[in-house]
């Protein structure tokens, strides 16, 4: 009599099971995000400038992210940023060149250190390759205004078309500052330089193939690019004029072990570039040798070390030789209160002989003022010249030439003269979301090539963009209280470099007092501090009002992409890719208990 009565029990019992559905929220109104964990959402990128980070920043962008849309303005007519734009005789990479290359684009080069020429035509390859053009960068475009907008979580920009003069809107989530440090060239504010009749022109600004044969020039500068210029036209010009106005030490480029004749440019040779073509694995260790060579200088930063000390002596040595003990100058010149590394060094074999070549008069005191012939120096005494190169460097301010803002308050007025530049990391600006920067102020400014390091700049940047994509974020803002301490540690630890000894350098806004916006330590530090970010440093705000909304539907984005859902095992792929394996169905024969005799069946434990 009991089970009649028991079945429409169990009915009932099926029946309130499939009636008991999930909650579709919570009594404060939260849902699931119907998504597996993992799932990228779509956002944009804003970058300026199409130098060499940018063209890398693309290339790793295609090889690793999702869903990431990018737009490049660029203000000239090409890429390439400032071997695009410096053109001057003698223009040349301080770093050799095989070390001044992307990991994934290796080259033979023809010159130990290459020339601008050369350098550009590597990037620009790099360009055409990948149709970066077309896919990303708009050339002859100029950011004129650029603020944040809190509430849709986006930079507003305005962009002005060159070529046609129209200003139009562009918005994205991220804004990366690829434009480099030196890229705003400036005049010397000097009396009557506007009223030259003659060829006036600047080193980043240079006419290309111009002829200075038998003319009369005279190079204002004696920074990096007018050591060059210098050594480069001497024996052109019918008579060259210059001005060293202050100590300055003239000492071989980095890695000048492996460079010419007493730290000399070379032009590879056949048999050379045959060796490295035919051993790739020699022209890695040859690399490495010198990378090696390049991550040890920084010991002779350090004031007061040994490696200081033999530095000086050696430079000290060689200058005098080199301006044939001429008295004047080596009182001028050879500096007696800093040592070399306080400036970038830069390669120009031949600058010092220039000085004391029989064609050419050196100024140790400033020009008076330049008339439409020619000049008047100190001592009120008139020149005429055919040609002015000024050499007279950039706008190392650190401030972009528009309105850049973010809640109200702009760079301009948070970097200002009272408070100076206070960056994060060298990549973020405390209190700005969603933006990156290559080389903003403190970064690895006089540490050898930049190009590893804008590889870890962009794996550093493209790992925060998946974070924010991944995890539904909003924005992601460099808190000011650790961008304070990181100046604080930055600037009290620059005491002992000289990079804060009384030269007039770039690195400290061409000022002998200036403040000296450079990466506390070396290489190896600096690329070690950026594996990753730090983001208990940052204000995160999220879309949505659960943080962990992006943990999903309970599943794992990988289960559904076509990867390996047993990757934490090991790869089975002979290339190494994350990819689900194709299993070998026989294995089951194999293997499998069921192919075994009862005699192997284990029962009861």
């Not at 008295?327 to 970038?344: D, S, T, Y």
Request: with cysteine; glycine share 8%; net charge negative.
């Amino acid at each position: 009599m009991d089970v009649p009565s028991a079945q429409p029990s169990s009915l009932h019992a099926t029946t309130n099971l499939r009636d008991q559905r999930p909650p579709d929220a919570d009594q404060h109104g939260y849902r699931i995000k119907e998504q597996p964990m993992g799932t990228k959402r779509k956002i944009k990128v804003i970058l300026m400038g199409a130098g060499a980070s940018s063209l890398n920043l693309f290339k790793k962008a295609e090889e690793d992210m999702e869903k990431l849309e990018m737009v490049c303005y660029e203000k000239n007519n090409d890429v390439g940023g400032t071997w695009l734009e410096n053109r001057y005789p003698g223009c040349a990479c301080d770093i050799p060149s095989v070390n001044y290359q992307f990991s994934w684009k290796i080259k033979l080069w023809s010159h130990y250190y290459s020339y601008a020429p050369e350098i550009w035509d590597y990037l620009k390859s790099i360009e055409r390759e990948n149709d970066f053009i077309t896919k990303y960068i708009k050339l002859r475009h100029r950011l004129e205004h650029v603020e944040w907008d809190d509430v849709a979580g986006l930079w507003r920009c305005q962009v002005r078309d060159l070529d046609k003069d129209v200003l139009f809107q562009d918005s994205a989530e991220f804004f990366i500052n690829a434009g480099g440090v030196l890229n705003n060239w400036k005049w010397p504010q000097i009396p009557g330089l506007k009223d030259f009749r003659g060829k006036c022109m600047h080193s980043a600004n240079y006419e290309q193939g111009y002829d200075l044969s038998n003319k009369r020039v005279a190079v204002i500068g004696a920074g990096s690019s007018g050591v060059q210029i210098v050594a480069a036209i001497q024996q052109k010009v019918k008579h060259l004029y210059h001005w060293v106005q202050s100590p300055i030490w003239i000492t071989a480029g980095f890695a000048q072990t492996w460079a010419g004749k007493n730290g000399a440019n070379f032009r590879y040779s056949e048999e050379q570039l045959d060796f490295l073509k035919r051993n790739p694995k020699k022209y890695l260790e040859y690399r490495k040798q010198i990378e090696n060579e390049l991550n040890q200088r920084f010991k002779f930063i350090i004031k007061g070390s040994d490696e200081a000390r033999l530095a000086r002596e050696y430079a000290d040595a060689e200058m005098r030789k080199k301006l044939q003990d001429d008295p004047r100058l080596a009182e001028q010149m050879i500096p007696k209160n800093f040592n070399p590394g306080c400036r970038r060094p830069t390669p120009a074999p031949g600058y010092l002989e220039a000085l004391v070549a029989d064609n050419t008069t050196i100024f140790t005191e400033s020009v008076d003022s330049i008339t439409p012939n020619g000049f008047i120096d100190n001592e009120g005494r008139s020149y005429e010249v055919d040609v002015i190169i000024c050499a007279t460097g950039f706008d190392t301010s650190w401030l972009p030439r528009f309105p850049f803002i973010a809640h109200g308050t702009s760079l301009h007025s948070l970097w200002d003269s009272d408070n100076g530049v206070t960056s994060y990391l060298s990549v973020g600006i405390p209190t700005f979301p969603n933006t990156f920067s290559f080389c903003g102020p403190y970064g690895p400014l006089g540490h050898g090539s930049f190009i590893p390091l804008i590889e870890q700049w962009t794996c550093y940047i493209l790992s925060a963009l998946t974070k924010c994509q991944v995890e539904n974020i909003k924005s992601i803002t460099p808190k000011l209280g650790p961008s304070q301490q990181f100046r604080q540690h930055a600037d009290l630890f620059l005491q002992r470099t000289a990079w804060t000894s009384p030269c007039r350098s770039w690195f400290k806004q061409g000022r002998s007092d200036g403040q000296a916006a450079v990466w506390p330590g070396s290489r190896l530090h600096f690329l070690k501090m950026m594996e990753a970010p730090r983001y208990e440093d940052f204000e995160i705000v999220y879309l949505g009002e659960n943080m962990f909304e992006f943990l999903g539907n309970g599943f794992e984005s990988r289960e559904f992409d076509g990867r390996d859902i047993t990757n934490y095992l090991g790869s089975l792929d002979d290339e190494g890719r994350d990819v689900q394996p194709r299993y070998d169905e026989s294995l089951k024969n194999v293997l499998g208990g069921f192919t075994l005799g009862d005699s192997y069946v284990v029962t009861g434990g």
